[in-house]
């Protein structure tokens, strides 16, 4: 298993600003992915962040709106840019445990006002 | 793409009764089937999985079945507690896309003391 933390927990941003949002795990992983979780919905895979090369972005996410960092094989950090009210969700660090399993960070919950 | 559809959406019992919950696929290349359950406030849990060369797999009070003809795999709790009361989703992913699993909208089930 694996053991994801992630900061902040919550946050209340003004429309137009940028926030940076960190994940840490407790091992090296090769793989880390960044979900959205939009209110009562389901959850969508943002990007896939790639330690030493530049992250893969699912159709429907960009790299400008939500630039992404993997300096190392334990953290990586996802920022969501020029912030509007659509962009209020749950953003959720994911790593994969060889050779499946999948495990999520505890989220944080962004409200955009 | 891979898509993923759950049933029910609610589900209520009775504290003792089972639950079952239900999700099929499309893509025959998929492979690995997570649940999750998602308690308020938190991130997805990973609560069991199966991979598509077993057909069930139990764990204490949780199982998962898997009909790879049908493209449909399930979810039963037995003996359930008012703690199991969360949001279930299952998901779906394959060998060459771990991490990018596809999810089902969600199951909210309550369990009534």
Known sequence: SAVISQKPSRDICQRGTSLTIQCQVDSQVTMMFWYRQQPGQSLTLIATANQGSEATYESGFVIDKFPISRPNLTFSTLTVSNMSPEDSSIYLCSVVIYPYEQYFGPGTRLTVT | ?113
């Open chain 2, 1 to 113: 793409g891979e898509n993923v559809e759950q049933h029910p959406s609610t589900l209520s019992v009775q504290e003792g009764d089972s639950a079952v919950i239900k999700c099929t696929y499309s893509d025959s290349a998929s492979n690995y089937f997570p649940w999750y359950k998602q308690e308020l406030g938190k991130g997805p849990q990973l609560i069991i999985d199966i991979r598509s060369n077993v057909g069930e797999k139990k764990d204490q009070r949780i199982a998962v079945t898997l009909n790879k003809t049908a493209k449909h795999f399930s979810l039963h709790i037995t003996e359930t507690q008012p703690e199991d009361s969360a949001v279930y989703f299952c998901a779906a992913s394959g060998n060459t896309n771990a991490g990018k699993s596809t999810f089902g909208d969600g199951t909210t089930l309550t369990v009534k003391p």
